[in-house]
């Protein structure tokens, strides 16, 4: 089990809290960029994390327990839980059938969706710890020179 120190982590934390700053990893055998972008509809700054130079759209999920997310989601994708119908929805399907029988067909159960982005970097830095035993904090050469071979291995 290979860990960045807390020193690291405070510089890896200040650097994806800048703007344009990007921090480098190796997760268990996967490489991860992390950069902050800007969401050109919101106007607001999130922190992107980019798995083996990129990321996939097959990898934004739609679950009904969180425990049934694949390997890469689950290791570097935030989960938000939503509820399965609107509050309006519910209040309309309780007058129809009732709580006890909305409740029998699960209209208060919730989904849970994977999402590429972060707010804040210490979630994002806690979530990494939780679910990856070796990390290794790169350059960017060291970084690119491993996503080339990567590539070259894969091709």
């Not at 190796?26 to 800007?38: I, M």
């Not at 009904?64 to 929805?89: N, W």
């Not at 519910?90 to 994977?114: F, N, P, V």
Request: aromatic share 10%; charged share 35%; with cysteine.
């Amino acid at each position: 089990m290979n860990q960045p120190t807390k020193e690291q982590w405070d510089e890896v934390a200040k650097e994806m809290d800048r703007l344009f700053g990007s921090v480098y990893l190796r997760c268990d055998g996967y490489l991860v960029s992390t950069h902050l972008e800007r969401d050109s509809k919101t106007n607001r700054l999130y922190i992107i994390v980019y798995v083996d130079g990129g990321f996939k759209g097959e990898w934004i999920e739609v679950v009904d327990d969180p425990e049934e997310f694949s390997d890469i989601p689950k290791r570097f994708c935030r989960h938000v839980s939503r509820q399965r119908r609107s509050a309006k929805d519910l209040k309309l399907c309780e007058k129809l059938y009732g709580k006890r029988e909305c409740r029998k067909r699960g209209y208060y159960d919730r989904r849970y969706l994977s999402r590429a982005d972060w707010l804040k970097p210490m979630p994002l830095i806690r979530h990494l710890k939780k679910h990856n035993t070796d990390i290794e904090v790169l350059t960017y050469e060291t970084y690119k020179a491993a996503l080339d071979a990567k590539r070259e291995a894969q091709a």
